[in-house]
């Protein structure tokens, strides 16, 4: 097991109601004026944007709007939040939403307090020294997001979706109340499931040095999140396995599985934003057409790993069973598991694997190891159902 410092700053406020108290929050933080920041019109339907700011109003927080966040988050609305922030000064942001939301708003924190080029922080180009603080109140789980420092943008202009991570875009306190995931369109499940998985998965795999204890918490995140999945399209109303669902997205991606690791990338991640920036797929969809044939182009670099996940959570000793039935199961719950599901031709392959080795890899500084030729490899797994079972 490696040495390892681990330290997350946020502060969860989990359960029924919790959301209720989000303009206490705020004043004990000494937040005067945030910027509301929230998706389309769901909240308003679903009665959630009265609460919020009738909480706020009773406890004396003003708040700016900023609506209509997409689903991918992209540049030009961010902007327009960051010249928002900064033309009423707020002193905090409050996102309202799913991890895209909750992206944004941490995206302008950080261009709230800058007068440089936003864009610059996410090709690498910048390092974030400061962010306004920033709270959230979660309505569908999935990118943890509510517990890390990491948002994902896309820069329409250039096609690229890039990330940053930083430990001043943690939340300061994110609300976590299961309820609110119930008005999640049922479409939405599967995406988020293979979200969550992939968060634990992919250091899990590429690790050169994987301690047991590590290990055995991304396998009890994935088979927690594969049962409550399971119930969820079942019942859509099991609030105890939204709410275990829920809690297991958020550990996935809050650091807790990663200390004494050695080694460990997100190349599913970094190929997936590629598919996400050219095609507007949902993160989820496109995790899924990759993920499977990752595993199997990849499955002989750590058979190790892949004996292990298949037996801990499949129980079968056979590793490329493994990789096949975490397959099926992508497909029974309605997520799509190759790039002909998406619509998206064998002809196209040569203009994804040049935009991921061009940009997500190039930043990430994985372009050496994963070439286009590689990456093409990885895609062409990815292109039929039939391919890998």
């Known amino acids: 097991m ?14 029924k109601k919790t959301h209720r108290n989000i303009g206490q929050i705020l004043k004990e933080e000494g937040v005067k ?14 009665g959630l944007y009265d609460e919020i700011v009738d909480s706020m109003n009773a406890y004396g927080v003003e708040f700016v709007e900023h609506s209509g966040v997409k689903p991918n988050p992209v540049l030009s609305h961010t902007l327009e939040g960051v010249r928002k922030a900064k033309e009423h000064k707020v002193d905090g942001i409050l ?41 959230t109140v979660l309505t569908l789980a999935a990118t943890g997001s509510e517990m890390n420092g990491y948002a994902v943008i896309t820069n329409e202009q250039t096609a690229e ?10 939340p300061r306190v994110s609300i976590l109340n299961p309820e609110l995931t119930l008005s999640v369109p049922a479409s939405y499940q599967p995406y988020s499931a293979v979200d969550v998985i992939a968060h634990v998965i992919e250091w899990y795999f590429t690790c050169t040095v994987c301690p047991g204890i590590s290990n055995r918490l991304v396998e009890s995140i ?13 019942n859509p109303s099991d609030y105890d396995s939204r709410a275990q669902f829920m809690w297991s997205a958020t550990l996935a991606l809050n650091g807790i599985t990663r200390p004494g690791y050695r080694g460990g990338i997100y190349v ?18 496109c995790l899924s057409i990759v993920i499977p044939a990752w595993m199997w182009w990849y499955k002989e670099k750590n058979r190790p790993q892949f004996e292990r996940f298949s037996r801990e959570v499949f129980g079968t000793s056979d590793y490329q069973e493994g990789i096949k039935t975490l397959k099926r199961w992508f497909r029974s719950i309605g997520a799509p598991v190759s790039l002909r599901d998406a619509g998206i031709p064998s002809s196209d ?20 190891e994963y070439t286009v030729e590689k990456i093409k490899e990885i895609l062409y797994l990815s292109l039929r159902s039939n391919i890998v079972e």
């Open 33 to 46: 004026k945030v910027l509301f920041v929230y998706g389309q019109s769901s909240i308003k339907t679903t």
């Open 268 to 285: 599913n991640h970094m190929i997936a934003h590629s598919l996400g920036a050219l095609y507007d797929l949902p993160h989820g969809a």
């Open 95 to 135: 996102s309202v939403g799913g991890g895209s939301v909750l992206d944004e708003g941490k995206a302008i924190a950080v261009g709230a307090l800058d007068d440089g080029d936003l864009w610059d922080f996410f090709t690498g180009k910048r390092e974030i020294k400061r962010a306004l603080p920033n709270y």
């Open 2 to 15: 490696e040495n390892f410092q681990f330290h997350n700053p946020t502060k969860i406020i989990f359960g």
């Open 161 to 170: 979706k890039l990330s940053i991570g930083s430990i001043y875009t943690f």
């Open 222 to 234: 994935v088979k927690t999140v594969i049962e409550t999945t399971e119930k969820i399209i079942k």
């Open 349 to 368: 392959i040569d203009r994804i694997a040049n935009h991921v080795h061009s940009t997500t890899a190039k930043v990430w500084g994985l372009d050496r």
